[in-house]
């Protein structure tokens, strides 16, 4: 019996990688002279058949990658990102480093020169008093000698005050301190206007009616105050403030000043007993500009009264 020709090769193409497909095969059937038949793998083309089939995958150990390697990759890379971070941030921290610089400078200066002030270093040493012409400018200072020693920063006003306030003459002060040892007393004298005669004597006294002194005797150079309403009426201020609107020049000629209401304030000047009829107290420094140029044109000795109850138009008598 002839045996069954064996199957035929498949025709020759070019090899592909290929991956194994398992099939179940099962045994070969004999034939009818007991021989079997040539079992063909199943193979299943995946490329070109120069191309070699890759092993699986190595392990990681087998490459040499592992957690280390991974850690230090990771390291790396948060590296780079600071390293970016700083790099576009430059500009920002060196302005805050400065902002910094200048806040603790400033700070440590601040700190310095409250603690230089408040102690030794800045003590005071010597009061000088500045203004004065009727005040004895020595016994103001003997009366601040208890300030001396105390840093200028610590000097008591209070103190000061109370010292100040037994010396009549001073009507206001200011105080300038000079570092490092020296304190300014600028003193504004009280302006008398003239005298009143009281029982106890002469009395001057201010445009306010604080009393500045009193003398048996009625003082050189102050004119008396006739003002039966007393100091503390309208007619002495208004009296008060024509005398401190006149000039010098004029105030010095003034011998009297009388007043009975706050509109009929009249001066006499010097010893030819001029009149000089001024009204109320109101556009004073007017009326004085105008008297000064009826004085001019007509001098007291030849004229018995000026009057510049009207400004516009004084009037010469």
């Known amino acids: 019996m002839e045996r069954p020709s064996p199957l035929p090769s498949p025709p020759e193409r070019r090899a592909r990688p290929a991956e194994v497909l398992t099939a179940r095969v099962e045994p070969p059937l004999p034939d009818a002279d007991g021989a079997t038949a040539p079992v063909v793998p199943l193979i299943a083309p995946t490329g070109r058949g120069d191309e070699k089939i890759p092993d699986a995958a190595p392990p990681a150990e087998e490459t040499g990658t592992g957690l280390r390697d991974v850690w230090r990759a990771s390291r790396a890379r948060r590296r780079a990102l600071r390293a970016e971070v700083r790099r576009f941030t430059v500009r920002q921290r060196r302005r805050r480093r400065i902002w910094i610089g200048v806040g603790v400078s400033v700070a440590v200066m601040v700190v310095a020169t409250v603690g230089a002030a408040y102690s ?26 208890d300030q001396v020693g105390t840093p200028l920063a610590l000097i008591d006003d209070s103190k000061i005050k109370a010292a100040l306030v037994r010396f009549p003459l001073v009507e206001s002060y200011t105080l300038e301190a000079q570092p490092p040892h020296d304190l300014v007393v600028r003193i504004v004298e009280r302006t008398p206007i003239g005298v009143v005669q009281t029982a106890a004597g002469f009395t001057v006294v201010d445009a306010a009616g604080v009393v500045l002194s009193t003398t048996p005797q009625a003082p050189a150079g102050q004119p008396v105050l006739d003002i039966p309403a007393g100091t503390s009426s309208e007619p002495f201020r208004a009296a008060g403030r024509v005398m401190r609107a006149l000039p010098d020049g004029i105030r010095s000629q003034v011998t009297a000043v009388s007043a009975t209401t706050p509109d009929d304030v009249t001066l006499t000047l010097g010893a030819t007993g001029t009149r000089v009829m001024w009204g109320s107290a109101d556009r ?30 004084g009037v010469i008598r």
């Open 284 to 313: 004073s420094p007017e009326k004085a500009r105008v008297l000064d140029l009826l004085m001019q044109k007509s001098p007291p000795d030849s004229t018995r009264e000026y009057d510049v109850t009207s400004p516009e138009a």
């Open 120 to 145: 030794p270093l800045f003590a005071l040493e010597r009061v000088d008093v500045v203004g004065t012409s009727q005040l004895d400018a020595a016994a103001v200072t003997e009366a601040l000698s």
